[in-house]
């Protein structure tokens, strides 16, 4: 069975500072999703950055980029130029290809960022 | 991105009714809804999977006389916490997906006296 880590419970940077959230899962399977969800106090899930495990290139959206890592097996997600609102519970997730629709997101336990001003 | 819905938003019961939970996807078609439990700053626990039409698929642990799920159409899927007692107090957040993006509604809290 898939299972992904996440091995910081919290983390705290600097408005405008840069922060590496690490992710690490283990499967056997070769193609899969990989996503990073934010989810602020209001507690709505946003979907930050998704990465298809066979794309090579890293995924970028503005501020926010993963350095995937597959043989190693390591999705981390840096956030740049951090800003007051990035403060959120982080959570990895993993998603297989089989199965169709309904295979189902593992999630991590979460990392709690918190941002200083 | 698609919006997904849930309502009610927050909800009090007496120990022993059942509570009904709506969960819609305003703009698209989702042909498998997923329904979890979040307790306070834990992970999302998955419940159930829903397949419009067909019944929903219960994770291991979870009772699936006490927590039915219906999933009538493309757009709607209903959680019903059926004789709610308060270690059922929790967050409940649905989420739909479409080809390979899932949403996530703004979730539901229920709190059980």
């Known amino acids: 069975a898939q299972t992904v880590t996440q091995s910081q419970p919290e983390m705290s940077v600097q408005e405008a500072e840069t922060v590496t959230l690490s992710c690490t899962y283990d499967?056997?399977?070769?193609?899969?999703?990989l996503f990073w969800y934010k989810q602020p106090p209001s507690r709505q899930m946003i979907l930050v950055i998704r990465?298809?495990?066979?794309?090579?290139q890293n995924a970028t959206e503005n501020r926010f980029s993963v350095n995937f890592q597959k043989a190693a097996k390591s999705f981390s997600l840096k956030i740049s130029d951090s800003q007051l609102g990035d403060a959120a519970m982080y959570f990895c997730?993993?998603?297989?290809?089989?199965?169709?629709?309904?295979?189902?997101?593992?999630f991590g336990t979460g990392t709690l960022l918190a941002v200083q001003p | 991105g698609a919006v997904v819905s849930q309502h009610p938003s927050r909800v009090i019961c007496k120990s022993g009714t059942s509570v009904k939970i709506e969960c819609r996807s305003l703009?698209?078609?989702?042909?498998?809804m997923f329904w979890y439990r979040q307790f306070p700053k834990k992970s999302l626990m998955l419940m159930a999977t829903?397949?419009?039409?067909?019944?929903?698929?219960?994770e291991q642990g979870v009772e699936k006389d006490k927590f039915l799920i219906n999933h009538a159409s493309l757009t709607l899927s209903t959680l019903t916490v059926t004789s709610a007692h308060p270690e059922d107090s929790s967050f409940y957040i649905c989420?739909?997906?479409?080809?390979?993006?899932?949403?996530f509604g703004p979730g539901t809290r229920l709190t059980v006296l």
């Open positions: 703009d698209f078609q989702a042909t498998t």
């Open positions: 990465q298809e495990a066979y794309k090579q």
């Open positions: 829903s397949n419009e039409g067909s019944k929903a698929t219960y």
């Open positions: 499967t056997s399977e070769s193609d899969y999703y």
């Open positions: 989420s739909a997906r479409a080809l390979m993006e899932q949403f």
């Open positions: 997730a993993y998603r297989s290809l089989r199965g169709g629709a309904t295979n189902k997101l593992i």
